[in-house]
């Protein structure tokens, strides 16, 4: 099971910086790992004829800096003594510094204050969608309403396993990843691990459809297979878990299995909601080697709609597209 040993948080409110810090600081002790926490830090751009770097604008800067971190102190005086504990300030826009800062020191954790989206109809700010799509490790984004210890954790895998070759490899090791993530979540928390897959028999409405007429029957079993074959891919993932956990932690853990038929942008939402989850765990993006891209509108209208704390993985071999200059 992954180890964190770098650990990269970012909080900006000592209001709602609570949820976020205390999940840092419980990774980082159970993996015995350092621990950075960073404030971030708009540059300060004056324009009206003020030179850029002239002595104004430095002061300026210095200010924002100077109240950052002071913001920044009073946040961390929560972690009490911890060690090895690093803070810092950051200065400029932030999904960019923040995976900057990945970058430089090699982070295989963000874990953030989920920001208010600026419109109605998003969960999660455009800050925090630029940081999920094109962070290279994984993202934690933490809601300030989070609880002290999640009750529901969802884990979303697909077990489909209509894909080329090597993607399908990058899917099932993206799937274990996840379902040992948020298995070692559940059993550090003592919650509900449940494990959701939503499915579809692709075709079945046009084999159903005026230009085909296939036989009832031979549509019901068609899409019966595709279940059947589904539900395999699930009994499989839970064998490789108890072969990472030992059976006698599985069975203390007793996953609850979700096989739903439908859109994923439609049952995984739906799901968290009837389960008022904590916390979902899934993977954001589908192909390797490809700069910045994320599972296409189906997972980003899923984060959309769920109202709860997200930890987003990528595969092994995911390129951020941001570069460090």
Not at 96 to 103: A, P, Y
Not at 186 to 193: G, I, K, T
Not at 245 to 271: C, D, N, T
Not at 301 to 315: E, G, M, N, R
Request: glycine share 6%.
């Amino acid at each position: 099971m992954k180890r964190f040993k770098n650990i990269l948080c970012v909080v900006e409110e000592v209001s709602s910086s609570k949820p976020a810090l205390m999940r840092a600081l419980a990774l980082a002790e159970n993996n015995q790992a350092s621990l950075t926490v960073a404030g971030i830090a708009p540059h300060v751009s004056v324009g009206m004829g003020i030179p850029e770097n002239g002595k104004i604008s430095n002061e300026l800067q210095a200010a924002v800096v100077k109240a950052c971190a002071d913001e920044l102190a009073r946040a961390v005086e929560i972690l009490g003594d911890y060690q090895p504990l690093q803070t810092k300030v950051i200065v400029g826009i932030q999904f960019l510094e923040i995976i900057h800062e990945v970058l430089r020191h090699d982070h295989d954790v963000v874990i953030k204050t989920a920001e208010h989206a600026e419109w109605p109809e998003r969960v999660f700010s455009s800050e925090d969608m630029h940081l999920l799509r094109k962070c290279p490790c994984p993202v934690w984004l933490v809601k300030p309403s989070a609880p002290t210890n999640f009750r529901r954790i969802i884990a979303a895998v697909d077990v489909d396993d209509a894909y080329p070759p090597g993607e399908l490899k990058s899917r099932q090791l993206l799937n274990r990843q996840v379902l040992e993530m948020a298995s070692s979540m559940a059993l550090a928390d003592f919650s509900e691990l449940h494990v959701v897959h939503a499915w579809e028999a692709v075709g079945e409405n046009a084999m159903r459809g005026t230009f085909m007429r296939t036989n009832e029957e031979k549509v019901r079993a068609y899409v019966e297979a595709t279940k059947q074959q589904r539900r395999a891919g699930m009994d499989r993932l839970i064998l490789d878990l108890a072969e990472v956990l030992g059976q006698e932690a599985l069975e203390y853990l007793s996953p609850e299995l979700h096989l739903v038929k439908g859109r994923v942008r439609k049952v995984i939402p739906v799901l968290a909601n009837r389960l008022k989850a904590d916390l979902i765990v899934m993977g954001t993006v589908a192909r390797t080697g490809v700069p910045g891209f994320i599972t296409g509108n189906a997972a980003e209208s899923v984060l959309h709609q769920i109202d709860c704390s997200v930890l987003a993985i990528k595969p092994m071999g995911f390129e951020t597209p941001v570069k460090l200059e």
